[in-house]
């Protein structure tokens, strides 16, 4: 069984400022797949990044950074030059098998306010 | 893009009802699942669903909840003798096979009265 932690309930950052959102996991699998989602208060699950374990370069997608430390099993989210539309939960997740039994492990998510 | 549906968006039904709540998944994607949140909580795993049957279920998903994928487009989630602690977002994902990104829907939210 895997397990995937965010100690931090919440966090807040400046518009246009840079945050990191930090997650932990625990999987016995030497192969995995680590996901952040965010959740808007609509309550959509909009997938940000993708990581596969195996690969050494950490992941990016545009203003959206991974530091995916696999010795220390940590995923953070890195976000740059923050913006409004930012603010929502943020889910870490963990899958670990492929196929028909590859389901989701989440954390228990982290409120991400952004001011103005 | 193509997403996945998720029918109705809110659910009203009164305790001991019976409640069927429907997805279409994206048209070629052969795996299927259910999650469900609790308000205020984590997304939990209810049931993974592959080649028309089910591949994987979670302690949750007791003998009251069932799913089903009637006719090659809708996957839906059933339960009967629904209680009040059913209440939650229920969220249907899908992926185009087990390495690739589940995408899901935008939920269902149930209230059980």
Same mark, same amino acid.
């Given at each position: 069984?895997?397990?995937?932690?965010?100690?931090?309930?919440?966090?807040?950052?400046?518009?246009?400022?840079?945050?990191?959102?930090?997650?932990?996991?625990?999987?016995?699998?030497?192969?995995?797949?680590?996901?952040?989602?965010?959740?808007?208060?609509?309550?959509?699950?909009?997938?940000?990044?993708?990581?596969?374990?195996?690969?050494?370069?950490?992941?990016?997608?545009?203003?959206?950074?991974?530091?995916?430390?696999?010795?220390?099993?940590?995923?953070?989210?890195?976000?740059?030059?923050?913006?409004?539309?930012?603010?929502?939960?943020?889910?870490?997740?963990?899958?670990?098998?492929?196929?028909?039994?590859?389901?989701?492990?989440?954390?228990?998510?982290?409120?991400?306010?952004?001011?103005? | 893009?193509?997403?996945?549906?998720?029918?109705?968006?809110?659910?009203?039904?009164?305790?001991?009802?019976?409640?069927?709540?429907?997805?279409?998944?994206i048209s070629n994607?052969?795996?299927?699942?259910?999650?469900?949140?609790?308000?205020g909580q984590k997304?939990?795993?209810?049931?993974? =669903?592959?080649?028309?049957?089910? &591949?994987? +279920?979670? $302690?949750?998903?007791?003998?009251? @909840?069932?799913?089903?994928?009637? !006719? *090659?487009?809708? =996957?839906?989630?059933?339960?009967? &003798?629904? +209680?009040? $602690?059913?209440?939650?977002?229920? @969220?249907?994902?899908?992926?185009? !096979? *087990?390495?690739?990104?589940?995408?899901?829907?935008?939920?269902?939210?149930?209230?059980?009265?």
């Amino acid at each position: 069984a895997q397990t995937v932690t965010q100690s931090q309930p919440e966090m807040s950052v400046q518009e246009a400022e840079t945050v990191t959102l930090s997650c932990t996991y625990d999987t016995s699998e030497s192969d995995y797949y680590l996901f952040w989602y965010k959740q808007p208060p609509s309550r959509q699950m909009i997938l940000v990044i993708r990581q596969e374990a195996y690969k050494q370069q950490n992941a990016t997608e545009n203003r959206f950074s991974v530091n995916f430390q696999k010795a220390a099993k940590s995923f953070s989210l890195k976000i740059s030059d923050s913006q409004l539309g930012d603010a929502a939960m943020y889910f870490c997740a963990c899958q670990t098998a492929t196929g028909a039994n590859s389901k989701l492990t989440f954390g228990k998510g982290i409120t991400l306010s952004v001011r103005p | 893009e193509p997403e996945v549906t998720q029918t109705p968006s809110h659910q009203v039904t009164q305790m001991g009802q019976e409640v069927i709540l429907r997805c279409v998944p994206i048209s070629n994607h052969l795996y299927f699942y259910w999650y469900r949140q609790i308000l205020g909580q984590k997304v939990e795993f209810l049931v993974s =669903f592959y080649n028309n049957e089910i &591949s994987e +279920k979670s $302690e949750i998903f007791d003998d009251r @909840f069932s799913v089903e994928r009637p !006719d *090659g487009s809708n =996957f839906t989630l059933k339960i009967r &003798s629904t +209680k009040l $602690e059913d209440s939650a977002m229920y @969220f249907c994902a899908s992926s185009g !096979d *087990g390495y690739q990104p589940q995408h899901f829907g935008d939920g269902t939210r149930l209230s059980i009265l």
